[in-house]
C-alpha cells in the first residue's frame, strides 16, 4: 500500500516538521539505537535525550539526523541552523514517555551521527580553562561511574579523555545522563587499544596511576618516617616513596606488574605534562596501566582511607586526583606570577 500522505507544518524560518502517522515505527528504531551498543557501532548513529544535553550537541557542532519533538517550543529553544538539516517529526508525547530512559522525559529524543572529538567545537570558556592533564580510564565499566567520571575531567578542565578497551561505550544512555552534558566540553577518544594510548599522549607526558582498589590502606597504617615529613606537614617536601605490598587476586597479575613508587595524592606530583589513569571497579588498575606509568617514570597517588575500607569508587577517586593536580597546577601558576611582580623583567 502507499505511505499515508505526510502532513508538514512550519516551525520556523525555514524550518519544516512532519506529524508521525499512527503506526509510525521510526520513534520504536530510535530505541534500538539506544540499546545496541553493536547497532550504534554499525551505524555510527547515537541517541541523545532531553533539551539540554541535544542544546550542548549541536552548539559543539554535532550532525542532527532525526530529532522527535512532543511540541513545537521544544524546537524553538535549540539553535535553528543545524536544525535545518536534519528529519523533524512532531510525536505524541505519551508515544516519548513509552521510549523514553528519562524518569522525568522531556519529550525531545534525537539522532546523532555518533560525534568525533576531532570535529567538535568545544565552549571557549572550557579551552580557556584547559589544563595539560589527561585522564585515562582503564576498564571502568559502570555506566553511571564513567558519565560521573567525564563530568568530573570537563569540570577540572582536563585536556582531554582516554577510554580503554573494557570500558563501557560512552554513548550509552546511562553513560550521558549521568555526564551532564560533558560529552560535549571534554574530548573523548574511546575503544583504545593500550598499544595505541602513547600516541594519543603529549609529548614527555607522565603517567600517574590513582588505585581505586586502596593501596592508601599501607600507606595509611606505615607512614613514612625515615627522616621525611609527617602526613600533616607543609606540601612541597618529598617524601621517600611507599612501597606498596604486592596485591593477590585482584586481576594485577601481581607477578609481572611493575612495582611503582607511591606518594599521597596532596603531596606535588604535578609535572606537565601529565596523564592519570583511574581503574576500574573490578579488577582495579591492569598490568598495561602500571608499565605505561613505570615507562614514564610515574607514580601511584594514594588516597589514604580508613583502615577496613576496601576502596574508593572509581569515580570518587577520579574527582579527588583531578581537582587535586588542577589545585598544585593553579597554585605553580600564581607563585610565578607572584614571582614575576617581585622582580619585573626590565
Same mark, same amino acid.
Given at each position: 500500500?502507499?505511505?499515508?500522505?505526510?502532513?508538514?507544518?512550519?516551525?520556523?524560518?525555514?524550518?519544516?516538521?512532519?506529524?508521525?502517522?499512527?503506526?509510525?515505527?521510526?520513534?520504536?528504531?530510535?530505541?534500538?539505537?539506544?540499546?545496541?551498543?553493536?547497532?550504534?557501532?554499525?551505524?555510527?548513529?547515537?541517541?541523545?535525550?532531553?533539551?539540554?544535553?541535544?542544546?550542548?550537541?549541536?552548539?559543539?557542532?554535532?550532525?542532527?539526523?532525526?530529532?522527535?519533538?512532543?511540541?513545537?517550543?521544544?524546537?524553538?529553544?535549540?539553535?535553528?541552523?543545524?536544525?535545518?538539516?536534519?528529519?523533524?517529526?512532531?510525536?505524541?508525547?505519551?508515544?516519548?514517555?513509552?521510549?523514553?530512559?528519562?524518569?522525568?522525559?522531556?519529550?525531545?529524543?534525537?539522532?546523532?551521527?555518533?560525534?568525533?572529538?576531532?570535529?567538535?567545537?568545544?565552549?571557549?570558556?572550557?579551552?580557556?580553562?584547559?589544563?595539560?592533564?589527561?585522564?585515562?580510564?582503564?576498564?571502568?565499566?559502570?555506566?553511571?561511574?564513567?558519565?560521573?567520571?567525564?563530568? +568530573?575531567?570537563?569540570?577540572?578542565?582536563?585536556?582531554?579523555?582516554?577510554?580503554? @578497551?573494557?570500558? =563501557?561505550? %560512552?554513548?550509552? /544512555?546511562? *553513560?550521558?545522563?549521568?555526564?551532564?552534558?560533558?560529552?560535549?566540553?571534554?574530548?573523548?577518544?574511546?575503544?583504545?587499544?593500550?598499544?595505541?594510548?602513547?600516541?594519543?599522549?603529549?609529548?614527555?607526558?607522565?603517567?600517574?596511576?590513582?588505585?581505586?582498589?586502596?593501596?592508601?590502606?599501607?600507606?595509611?597504617?606505615?607512614?613514612?618516617?625515615?627522616?621525611?615529613?609527617?602526613?600533616?606537614?607543609?606540601?612541597?617536601?618529598?617524601?621517600?616513596?611507599?612501597?606498596?605490598?604486592?596485591?593477590?587476586?585482584?586481576?594485577?597479575?601481581?607477578?609481572?606488574?611493575?612495582?611503582?613508587?607511591?606518594?599521597?595524592?596532596?603531596?606535588?606530583?604535578?609535572?606537565?605534562?601529565?596523564?592519570?589513569?583511574?581503574?576500574?571497579?573490578?579488577?582495579?588498575? +591492569?598490568?598495561?596501566?602500571?608499565?605505561?606509568?613505570?615507562?614514564?617514570?610515574? @607514580?601511584?597517588? =594514594?588516597? %589514604?582511607?580508613? /583502615?577496613? *575500607?576496601?576502596?574508593?569508587?572509581?569515580?570518587?577517586?577520579?574527582?579527588?586526583?583531578?581537582?587535586?593536580?588542577?589545585?598544585?597546577?593553579?597554585?605553580?601558576?600564581?607563585?610565578?606570577?607572584?614571582?614575576?611582580?617581585?622582580?619585573?623583567?626590565?
Amino acid at each position: 500500500p502507499p505511505p499515508p500522505a505526510v502532513e508538514r507544518s512550519a516551525a520556523g524560518p525555514g524550518l519544516w516538521y512532519e506529524k508521525a502517522s499512527p503506526g509510525d515505527r521510526r520513534l520504536g528504531r530510535v530505541a534500538t539505537i539506544a540499546r545496541s551498543r553493536k547497532f550504534r557501532d554499525r551505524h555510527g548513529k547515537v541517541l541523545l535525550e532531553g533539551q539540554r544535553l541535544i542544546r550542548d550537541a549541536l552548539e559543539a557542532g554535532a550532525v542532527p539526523q532525526a530529532l522527535f519533538f512532543s511540541t513545537v517550543g521544544h524546537l524553538r529553544e535549540l539553535p535553528q541552523a543545524p536544525l535545518k538539516r536534519a528529519s523533524l517529526v512532531k510525536v505524541k508525547f505519551e508515544d516519548i514517555k513509552s521510549w523514553s530512559d528519562l524518569v522525568t522525559p522531556q519529550g525531545l529524543i534525537g539522532i546523532f551521527s555518533k560525534p568525533d572529538h576531532a570535529k567538535m567545537s568545544y565552549p571557549a570558556a572550557q579551552l580557556a580553562s584547559s589544563l595539560p592533564v589527561v585522564l585515562i580510564c582503564d576498564n571502568i565499566r559502570d555506566p553511571g561511574n564513567l558519565g560521573t567520571i567525564l563530568r +568530573s575531567a570537563a569540570g577540572a578542565g582536563c585536556e582531554k579523555v582516554l577510554l580503554t @578497551k573494557g570500558c =563501557v561505550d %560512552p554513548w550509552e /544512555p546511562k *553513560v550521558l545522563r549521568a555526564g551532564m552534558g560533558a560529552h560535549f566540553r571534554v574530548p573523548i577518544v574511546a575503544n583504545l587499544d593500550w598499544e595505541s594510548v602513547p600516541s594519543n599522549l603529549p609529548a614527555g607526558v607522565r603517567v600517574c596511576v590513582a588505585d581505586n582498589k586502596d593501596p592508601g590502606a599501607q600507606a595509611e597504617t606505615e607512614p613514612v618516617s625515615q627522616g621525611a615529613d609527617t602526613p600533616g606537614s607543609a606540601s612541597g617536601n618529598t617524601k621517600a616513596p611507599v612501597k606498596p605490598k604486592p596485591k593477590d587476586g585482584e586481576g594485577m597479575e601481581g607477578v609481572c606488574a611493575p612495582e611503582l613508587a607511591a606518594q599521597y595524592y596532596y603531596e606535588n606530583w604535578i609535572q606537565t605534562p601529565v596523564a592519570i589513569v583511574v581503574g576500574g571497579e573490578t579488577h582495579g588498575l +591492569s598490568p598495561d596501566a602500571l608499565h605505561l606509568a613505570a615507562s614514564t617514570g610515574g @607514580k601511584r597517588l =594514594v588516597i %589514604p582511607v580508613v /583502615p577496613g *575500607v576496601d576502596s574508593l569508587n572509581s569515580a570518587v577517586a577520579a574527582a579527588v586526583v583531578l581537582f587535586e593536580g588542577k589545585r598544585q597546577l593553579l597554585r605553580g601558576r600564581h607563585k610565578q606570577e607572584d614571582e614575576r611582580q617581585k622582580f619585573p623583567v626590565v
